[in-house]
Each structure stands twice: as structure tokens, then as C-alpha cells.
């Protein structure tokens, strides 16, 4: 099986792993017990990690993938990703791609605000510690603003800006990003492909194929309450 080839990979998107948190964002919260379900049952299933750089690539050469593929991408950047996710990542050799606020490195999740506590982000200590054993990063705007709420010269300055910011923390080129909320659209993906981008994720539901815009990559959202049966028969679905 590690020989065989793919021309499709599951993206899947989680927020925080975490157990605590203010009740009505517990959507988007999945237990450090449950994500372990989840990776159990990715490498029972004789799943291996891809990174988005990696699959990028093969987007761009229409070139399919060796063995069977999945991408673990982390939106935000919050410090439970260190706590929650990392031990159990390095389990069973997964990498994963975790999407930075720029400007609230090591500060707060402030677009929680209205639901509670907003819950600590990853620091530039934190950051550089996790790219030293693998983790990839890409952005996730510069304060988690919509991004088809900006004018084209606005969008393109939040872009540079950010990639700006964390190319100098990481010391490596970040081209790539989520779109905060999902929200985007054709003139959204026009202006951040113009100012450099090479690959992006939405979070329009679906497994991304080989043919997949670069810039509007699929993603299966896990939920709180996902369990790792639900979580297999979404990537792999019947028929």
C-alpha cells in the first residue's frame, strides 16, 4: 500500500483540543481523548500525514501522491495545539499545518470575544519549537478579519503583511493560507494568488482532488462531538 498512488487527499480542519471552554464554541473544540480516537483510527486505517506545501506541489504537477494521504491543518494557531495535539501527533509521526494570526502571535483569541474567555495563542517560542520537529505553518490573516470585507488594496496589504511577519518569525517562505471563516470568493482568491499566494483552504466541505483550485482547497470540518467512526466514513465514503 505505501507504493500505491492517490490523486485525492481529505483536508480536515480542526480549531482547538482542548476540554474547557466557553460553552457555545464547544462546536469547535475536540478533547484531547477524542483527537487521539481520531489519530488511533487515521493510522488504523493506514493513514500517513501529508503537509499543504507537499500537496500543493502535486496539485500544481497534476502528480498524484504516494500511499494513502491525509492533511491535518489547525486553524488560529491556539497554545492547546502545543498541550493537546503535539504528544499525540508525534505518536504516530503525523505532521500537520497550523494557520497563524499574525498579529496575536502570542496574544489572545480576540474574535472569541462575544461567547466568553478568549483562550491563549501560540507564542513565537512555542512556534519556532513545533517547526523544529516538522509542524508547517501558513497564515490566517493578520487579526482574523473577513477577507471579502477588504478592498483589493487593503486585502493585498493584510496578505503581504502577513506573510511578512511570519516568514521573519520562521525564517522560511509562507505561502500558503486559510481564509478566515472560509470567507472567500473569486476577487478574494484573484488578489491573495496575485500577491504571492500558492495554496489555500476553505471551508467548503469535500476531499480535495487532483484539478482542485490551488487557492480553493476543500476541507472536512471535525467537530466537538465527531467520533472516530464518524470521523473514517467521512474521508472515506461509501461507493
Avoid at 482542548?18 to 493506514?46: C, I, Q, S, Y
Avoid at 519549537?129 to 505553518?137: A, D, H, K, P, R
Avoid at 487579526?143 to 496578505?159: N, V, W, Y
Wanted: with cysteine; hydrophobic share 40%.
Amino acid at each position: 500500500m505505501a507504493d500505491a498512488r492517490t490523486d485525492s487527499v481529505p483536508i480536515l480542519m480542526y480549531h482547538r483540543i482542548a476540554t474547557e471552554g466557553p460553552p457555545d464554541l464547544k462546536r469547535w473544540r475536540v478533547t484531547p481523548e477524542l483527537f487521539d480516537a481520531h489519530m488511533n483510527a487515521l493510522h488504523r486505517a493506514g493513514y500517513q500525514t501529508i503537509t499543504l506545501a507537499e500537496w500543493a506541489e502535486g496539485l500544481v504537477q497534476r502528480r498524484p501522491v504516494r500511499g494513502k494521504r491525509v492533511l491535518l491543518t489547525f486553524d488560529d494557531g491556539y497554545s492547546d495545539f502545543l498541550s493537546g495535539a503535539i504528544r499525540i501527533l508525534r505518536g504516530h509521526d503525523f505532521s500537520a499545518t497550523v494557520f497563524l494570526v499574525a498579529e496575536r502571535i502570542g496574544k489572545t483569541a480576540l474574535w472569541d470575544a462575544a461567547f466568553g474567555d478568549c483562550a491563549p495563542l501560540l507564542s513565537w517560542e512555542e512556534i519556532k519549537s513545533l517547526q523544529e520537529i516538522g509542524i508547517e505553518f501558513g497564515g490566517h490573516s493578520c487579526i482574523h478579519r473577513k477577507m471579502t470585507e477588504m478592498g483589493s488594496t487593503e486585502l493585498a496589504e493584510d496578505t503581504r503583511r502577513t506573510r511578512a511577519i511570519l516568514e521573519e518569525g520562521l525564517g522560511v517562505p509562507v505561502p500558503t493560507l486559510a481564509y478566515p471563516y472560509g470567507d472567500q470568493n473569486e476577487f478574494v482568491r484573484r488578489v491573495v494568488g496575485e500577491v504571492g499566494t500558492t495554496a489555500a483552504v476553505t471551508c467548503e466541505p469535500g476531499i480535495s482532488k487532483l484539478g482542485d483550485d490551488p487557492l480553493r482547497l476543500p476541507r472536512i470540518e471535525i467537530v466537538g462531538d465527531c467520533t472516530e467512526e464518524q470521523l473514517i466514513s467521512l474521508i472515506e465514503p461509501a461507493g
